[in-house]
């Protein structure tokens, strides 16, 4: 296809997903969650058929040699559609966040203003191969009054465009208006390219993929974006901690789920427990199939371990396998200085028993989240309470830290008088 | 200068900003406070330094030909200066938003969560030829904990440096961190273009001045960008409208202050009010200079009365001078269509007595501000009793309509736990 019939698909589809919005925005909640139920009720009612288009995308992927771990992302199942159907119902049981009134006052001249929440408009999705994406993102921009413009990798296009099918069809039946929910089913990159400048029908992009996506997309949008995701998270050990709590948060930040972006990719031990706390925490870690990559005074104090050593490159590394950069740090200013030379600023830990560490530690971190005594696991919009999520944002414009849906939302000041004029 | 001096000149201003970001994150209300104070006198107290490197620009832009209004933005006089230092000492009495707790709950697995006011980090400002725009946007990101980059029009120049010496010089003596107010001095485009895409050093680039500015750092921009400004604002008088309110806010809207952005720049006037009101409100505007130009139907009606055409661009015009285009619209739907498609979402007001109207208006005009019975120039960071502005957003995402000190900042989240695993 030529560049300007791409961009022409694209542009119908923003055009068709900018109108939708604007009716979007005063749909009644109740319209709203009938539509997130029915969707779900169509997932499950049409699971064949999108089984199937989803056996063409993995007979594709397969066929071009892509491993066992892309092919398991790009994979769905009953039970993942059940998932799916089940993550559209909690939607619909959160609260809906439009119309709250944020803020409102009465200015000295009779002026009322109040500070109205109202949807973004129109987001933008871009993603890559897990079909669920299309189907979370649809319904959390639904449930805050959003039309959604959704991109996924091209190896998930059948997938997609059944997952759409079925649910723009189902939300359509229940009252939504056309346009709400729009695939660029383009997979050509210009597709992309040209989603992410259409500044006058897209409010904000939301990219949700490693950090290639997220930083392609960040260089070439003029449509805001909403950084999400890249981890690099550390846990450091204070001379003061509870040995135990403290190795079992280091074994559950790395070893409970290591390909997530709250992930430990480095631990930090202080010098003092270089003795005891360091092999045992190590060993404990390789005992769980860790592979330790680690700083020239960490090797000397482990001689007996086989320990690779660390390079600059590790301590950067977002590794999301069992892998682990370990540094022996001086003191807590030293842990400090790591982390802010290294760290993504998603999810950063300290392990302690001294108020004053654990205070300086959560003032001078600058990240979405600063944990005393907990395992950086816990950075989700579920596990925070916050229900569903659209992704954690590493950015400090806009959202931090995990998304729900009132970060789906923007306001607006409405301001009623009675013939004021300014002077 | 090369192109590579130009970007290691930013680059170093930019990392010195950085650094200081990560001190004044947790400087005391009370050193930001007493810094304000400071600037404000030293700017009183060496007035005649700053005079003198101004009578140096002006004089350039007088010998290069730049109009009388260029001229009279770039002008500063001893008043001009006792306003700026009073502008910091309104910002030192304003309350610090940082380390307000947004939000806090406990989880039930004993996890303490609260979601903590704190600084963006580095802001970068980018201007036109208005000096005062270096103290003001200083003042505040100071007082928000924020380092700022100051990139203001090269025709400036010798305004803005002499005033960041004074600033910086007062604000480093009261204890505020070496590299927190650091302005780029050199004036080639490249220098802004370089700023642009520092993401690894400035977290948001608020752009100041006109739509062309504007549109420029939103195209080139890789780091966050928080447009201000652009007002196509409408003000639509309703058949139910009191004619004697309606002409009042009409008025004022228009006349003023025109060159300001939430000046009145389209008039919709309702059908029914073509014959009685339509020529009583023109003639009001004609006898305070507006020039006025119309719709056909409109013209009709004002046979009488030298009214020249509207064309396509006046309705996408922001005249911000007493200029005003003027339409007769069918009714409301017809009213709220014209705003959706001529509107840059700023202010919006509607004239009526009826109670479906407003509410219509106000759930259906997407923009910053929508008023019922009131004037548009109201939406200004003062008015709206916010303290002072940093400009006006008119996008959605972080922030929308007049940015505050609050919106200066993000948040983290900051999580307390006694040895909380994640299973």
Known sequence: MEAAQIRNEVVAKAEQAREAARLLASLPTRVKDKALLAMADALEERQQFVLQANAADVRRAQDKGLGAAFVDRLLLSEKRIAEMAAGLRDVAALPDPVGEVVAGWRRPNGLEIRQVRVPLGVIGIIYESRPNVTVDAAGLCLKAGNAVLLRGGSEAIESNTALVRVIAQAAGRAGVPEGAIRLIETTDRAAAEAMMRLNEYVDVLIPRGGAGLIQAVVATATVP??????????????????????????????????????????????????????????????????????????????????????????????????????????????????????????????????????????????????????????????QFGLGAEIGISTQKLHARGPMGLRDLTSTKFVIFGDGQLRS
Not at 249 to 266: D, H, L, S
Not at 308 to 334: I, N, S
């Open 225 to 382: 974006v909403i950084e999400t995701g890249v981890g690099v998270c550390h846990v450091f050990v204070d001379e003061s901690a509870d040995l135990d709590m403290a190795e079992a948060i280091v074994v559950n930040a790395k070893c409970q789920r290591p390909g997530v972006c709250n992930a430990m990719e480095t631990l930090l031990v202080h010098k003092a427990l270089a003795a005891e706390f360091l092999p045992r925490v190590v060993q404990s870690l390789i005992s769980q199939g860790v592979e330790i990559r680690a700083c020239e005074r960490t090797r000397r104090r482990l001689h007996d371990l086989e320990v690779a050593e660390a390079t600059e490159d590790d301590w950067r590394a977002e590794y999301l396998a069992l892998v682990l950069a370990v540094r022996l740090v001086d003191d807590l200013d030293q842990a400090v200085e790591h982390i802010a030379a290294y760290g993504s600023g998603h999810s950063e830990a300290i392990v302690t028993r001294d108020f004053d560490n654990a205070r300086t530690f959560c003032d001078r971190v600058d990240a979405a989240a600063v944990y005393v005594n907990a395992s950086t696991r816990f950075t989700d919009g579920g």
